[in-house]
């Protein structure tokens, strides 16, 4: 700070002059700056106040003095320029809290570049009425501060719609806003105090008890749900519990937020039950789709007029059969069949009563598929197909059908070789499938069938590939 503040007074020659002067001056005296320090007093003022001179040094004029408001004084120090003085009056504060009146001269002085206020103190030697004194002022201030500050608190939570509430450790109820008085059908002064037990009952009191004991022993926050009855209803709750601590960092309680969430659950509820029905007519959709799918691939690989397998299909399992038989080293039978006079039947009887007999024909040849792997298809027009992987004695099946369509007696009257409708096959039996291609196994079978026809017809012809 530079020279000592009293080493800054006119006409001394030495500062421990100007101390013994200061010291032996009959009023007091101190040095305060512009916020109301006090930096040095005499050991008169440190008597009047009861004050040692550490105990001064250090505190403000606000907490020895009440004459004046701590903003009158504030604008006094502020507005003062320096090498000017002023008298004004004061109450002074003893250290007792007893009080006495006092004239100050003030006089303002720039010291270091500092404002800095000397200060001579003469008691008036009248008692002045009993007042309260700056510290206790402060603290009144304080409190009314808190005061307002609670009441700001309180109407924010009674604002709020969640209900909220503060428990000392043992669960007493010492702060609660209006939603938690609406949530316990209690005012205010029957909760106050009460733990959750006294509040709600043995069967929910006991449950949230147990949860705020859990909180209060772990410090761990924890959210739970419970249901509480209200208005003739229930109403589902869910509660945030927050252990408090206090400055020493010791729980002392716990703040617990309840937000009525049924409303929410009941949507949520519906959404679920719509996001079911959702699911289920979607499954039920996928399953349409696969059936329809399936359907679909059934409708491709069959044959409209017949209903047994089509061109396309037989194609496709003619090759599957092939790798399969050439990776299983097993022969392969593949009968070619055409209705005897096909054309002449559909010229005497009409193409509608063809149709009818083409049909007839191919449910003969699926009645004679018994493995799951043989195959009966329409090759074209009145021709037809017989797929016998694994087979090397294909003759018994073909006779069978031959026999059936002879019991079947389906008139055929321009036919040349029968009154009745009857076939021609041409089966070839590959004994090496990996050696030939499906191409020339149709080939052969088509050769076979030839064959039959150049005999005569109504015959069997089996060969070897």
């Known amino acids: 700070m530079g020279a000592h503040p009293l080493e800054i007074v006119p006409d001394m020659t030495g500062a421990d002059s100007l101390r013994v002067l200061i010291e032996g001056s009959p009023d007091g005296f101190l040095v305060h700056d512009v916020a109301g320090h006090i930096l040095d007093v005499n050991e008169r003022f440190c008597r009047d106040l009861g004050y040692s001179r550490a105990e001064l040094i250090g505190l403000t004029i606000d907490e020895i003095s009440c004459g004046r408001s701590p903003a009158a004084n504030a604008r006094l120090w502020v507005a003062a320029v320096p090498g000017t003085a002023a008298t004004v009056s004061q109450i002074a504060v003893r250290k007792d809290r007893t009080t006495y009146p006092a004239e100050v001269r003030l006089t303002c002085q ?51 719609d969640d209900v909220i509430a503060f428990q000392d450790r043992l669960g007493r109820c010492l702060m609660l806003n209006r939603s938690a008085e609406a949530l316990a059908g209690l005012p205010r002064g029957e909760i106050l105090g009460r733990n959750a037990i006294e509040i709600f009952g043995d069967e ?22 419970e249901v509480f009855p209200v208005d003739g209803g229930e109403r589902i709750f869910l509660i945030t519990r927050s252990p408090h601590r206090n400055e020493r960092d ?42 329809r799918t399936v359907e679909l691939g059934r409708q491709a690989g069959e044959d ?23 990776r299983m080293r ?4 593949l009968a070619m069949i055409d209705v005897d006079f096909f054309k002449l039947y559909n010229d005497r009887y009409g193409h509608v009563q063809g149709d009818a007999t083409l049909k007839r024909v191919a449910d003969i040849l699926a009645g004679a598929v018994r ?33 059936e ?61």
């Open 204 to 225: 929910i009191g006991t449950r949230l008890r147990e949860k705020e004991e859990e909180v209060l022993s772990t410090g761990a926050c924890s959210v739970t749900e």
């Open 371 to 403: 493995r799951p792997y043989d195959l009966a298809a329409r090759y074209g027009g009145e021709e037809f197909v017989l797929l016998l992987p694994g087979s090397d004695q294909p003759r018994r099946v073909l006779e069978d059908i031959a026999t």
């Open 405 to 465: 369509l002879a019991r079947a007696r389906l008139p055929h009257a321009a036919s040349p070789v029968s009154p009745f409708v009857t076939m021609s096959c041409g089966c070839v039996v590959v004994a090496d499938p990996a050696a030939v291609a499906p191409a020339d196994i149709i080939g052969e079978s088509d050769k076979a069938l030839y064959r039959a026809k150049q005999e005569g017809r109504d015959r069997i012809v089996v060969t070897r590939f």
């Open 304 to 326: 409209a007029l017949t209903g047994i397998a089509n061109r396309r299909r037989f194609d496709e399992a003619l090759e599957r059969a092939c790798l399969h038989a050439a």
């Open 330 to 333: 097993q022969p392969l039978a």
């Open 110 to 160: 720039m010291v270091a570049g500092r404002k800095l206020f000397m200060a001579f103190a003469r008691s008036l030697g009248r008692p002045a009425p009993p007042r309260l004194g700056a510290l206790e002022l402060s603290a009144r201030e304080r409190a009314r501060e808190a005061q307002s500050v609670y009441g700001k608190l309180r109407a924010v939570m009674d604002s709020a």
């Open 250 to 291: 010791e729980i002392d309680g716990l703040v617990s937020i309840a937000r009525d969430v049924t409303d929410l659950r009941e949507r949520a509820r519906l959404a679920e039950e719509r996001l079911k029905q959702a699911n289920l007519s979607l499954e039920e959709e996928k399953l349409a789709l696969s059936q």
